[in-house]
């Protein structure tokens, strides 16, 4: 029933690498993504979005990658940093619907 | 410009009671989006309202109930607690409605917990 799944729900990363966090989902309408970052105590932040007519969205360090195909997209994030510790929810959404569907979270930890 | 807020940040009820939580958009937005974020199934969408109107709603039973007022205020109402709606409520505000991304936003949430 989950139409879009984020199957790790934890990863650790040294600064300075790149950081890769991926997102399933199974609804083929879905033509919207987004990434929202959350800190303990705070509501979600926009990070990045991609619509469907692409495959890679860049700003600054941070690059989401879409395949269409394999209905799979993916956050890049070169260089991670301390400050990029926090949760990642991906979400989309179909032009028809305007609901927005979230993953269950991937938590990131950079370590210094 | 103020951000969304929600009131209480915490509460405790006890399970058959009903609970109401608030939320007020950003100034001028006149779309509140209302989720429920839990450890196994993430943020789930419970409803939108915009001018006053429900436009969307999310899979939840009919325990759980919203309305909007003509300030663009919300409200969200849980009747009959069940141990499972412990979980955090976020709601977001956007100008209008069906909007996502940098034009959506959240505010820090009310931690339910049912006892």
């Known amino acids: 029933d989950q139409q879009v799944k984020q199957n790790s729900p934890s990863l650790s990363v040294q600064e300075g690498r790149i950081s890769i966090l991926n997102c399933d989902y199974t609804?083929?309408?879905?033509?919207?993504f987004l990434w929202y970052k959350k800190y303990p105590a705070e509501g979600p932040t926009f990070l990045i979005s991609?619509?469907?007519?692409?495959d890679k969205n860049e700003d600054g360090r941070f690059t989401v990658f879409l395949n269409k195909s394999a209905k799979h997209l993916s956050l890049h994030i070169v260089p991670s940093q301390p400050g990029d510790s926090a949760v990642y929810f991906c979400?989309?959404?179909?032009?028809?619907?305007?609901?927005?569907?979230f993953g269950t979270g991937t938590s990131l930890t950079v370590i210094p | 410009k103020a951000g969304v807020t929600q009131t209480p940040r915490y509460l405790i009820k006890t399970r058959g009671q009903q609970v109401t939580l608030s939320c007020s958009p950003i100034?001028?937005?006149?779309?509140v989006s209302w989720y429920q974020q839990t450890p196994g199934q993430g943020l789930q969408f419970l409803f939108e309202?915009?001018?006053?109107?429900?436009?969307n709603k999310g899979n939840f039973p009919g325990r759980f109930s919203g309305r909007q007022f003509s300030n663009s205020r919300s409200e969200m109402n849980v009747s009959t607690l069940e141990l499972g709606d412990s979980a955090l409520y976020l709601c977001?505000?956007?100008?209008?409605?069906?909007?996502?991304?940098?034009?959506?936003?959240f505010g820090p949430g009310t931690r339910l917990t049912v006892t």
């Open positions: 977001a505000s956007s100008l209008l409605a069906g909007l996502g991304g940098d034009e959506q936003y």
């Open positions: 609804n083929s309408m879905f033509d919207y």
């Open positions: 991609i619509s469907s007519i692409k």
């Open positions: 979400a989309a959404s179909a032009q028809t619907g305007n609901q927005f569907y």
């Open positions: 100034s001028g937005h006149r779309s």
């Open positions: 309202y915009f001018s006053e109107t429900q436009r």
